[in-house]
C-alpha cells in the first residue's frame, strides 16, 4: 500500500513542532492525533503544516522539544468539515513515517528538500487564471489524486509565472503531475458587515508540471 501512496501521493517535510500531540479521532480502535509543524522557507518565512499520525506509530504522551525537528514522509489527505451550514475542505499530511531528531543535514534544512510533494492526478476544475496589481502571473488549481477503496484527495494548488499560463490551459479532467511544497498562508474571512476571521489556508505551490497519459496514473 505504501508504494501505491507513492506513486500518486507522496510527501517529506522537515520541520520543528508548533504544537504537541492533539487526538483528532479514533477509526477501527485506532487513534489518531494531529500535530502542527513549521518547515521554513528561503525567505525565513515558515509554513504551517498539519500532521495527522497514528499513536501507533509514535509515543504521543511526550513532550516535544522546541529544539528537536520532526521528520514526516506520507500522503497529502483531504476531507470536508462541517461548519454551520458549509462544508471547509481541511488538508493534512498523514504521515506513514515520523522521526522525531535532532539534528538535520544542513544541505536539506538550507534547500528546498525539507518541504517536498509530488501528486498525480486529475484536473477537476477549471483552472483560474489572473494577474496580480503588479502583473504577477497566478493559476489556482484543483486537483484529484486517487486514493485507495475508491476515495479522492482534492488538493488546491497555485502556479505562478509560465506555469501559470501553461495551467491556465489545462482542462477538466487532464491528468498531470505536480512537484512542489506544501504551502500555509494566513487571509481574513468575512463573516458579517461587521465580523471578520482570520483564518489559514493551505495549498501546493507549484515548481513543476507535467501532463500525464491516463494510464501513468494508479487506479486503486
Not at 499520525?53 to 506520507?74: K, N, T
Not at 461548519?83 to 522525531?100: G, H, W
Not at 534544512?109 to 496580480?132: D, F, M
Not at 499560463?165 to 458579517?192: D, H, M, T
Amino acid at each position: 500500500m505504501e508504494q501505491e501512496i507513492r506513486k500518486n501521493n507522496w510527501a517529506t517535510v522537515v520541520g520543528k513542532a508548533k504544537s504537541g500531540f492533539v487526538y483528532s479521532h479514533t477509526m477501527y480502535g485506532e487513534k489518531f492525533y494531529e500535530l502542527e509543524i513549521a518547515a521554513k522557507r528561503f525567505s525565513g518565512f515558515e509554513d504551517k503544516i498539519v500532521v495527522l499520525v497514528s499513536e501507533r506509530m509514535v509515543d504521543v504522551s511526550q513532550p516535544l522539544d522546541a529544539e528537536q525537528y520532526i521528520w514526516v514522509e506520507g500522503g497529502y489527505r483531504s476531507y470536508n468539515r462541517r461548519e454551520s451550514t458549509k462544508s471547509r475542505l481541511v488538508l493534512t499530511l498523514f504521515a506513514q513515517k515520523l522521526e522525531i531528531v535532532s539534528e538535520i543535514p544542513s544541505e536539506i534544512l538550507e534547500g528546498s528538500k525539507n518541504n517536498q510533494i509530488a501528486l498525480n492526478g486529475y484536473v477537476c476544475k477549471q483552472p483560474v487564471y489572473r494577474k496580480t496589481p503588479l502583473g504577477r502571473e497566478i493559476a489556482d488549481l484543483l486537483i484529484a489524486v486517487n486514493r485507495a477503496y475508491g476515495k479522492s484527495d482534492y488538493i488546491p494548488c497555485i502556479t505562478w509565472g509560465r506555469n501559470a499560463r501553461f495551467a491556465s490551459k489545462f482542462e477538466i479532467g487532464s491528468p498531470i503531475q505536480i512537484e512542489g511544497r506544501i504551502q500555509s498562508r494566513e487571509y481574513v474571512k468575512k463573516l458579517s458587515e461587521t465580523e471578520t476571521e482570520r483564518r489559514i489556508a493551505y495549498e501546493v505551490s507549484v515548481s513543476k508540471i507535467i501532463p500525464l497519459a491516463s494510464e501513468e496514473i494508479l487506479t486503486q
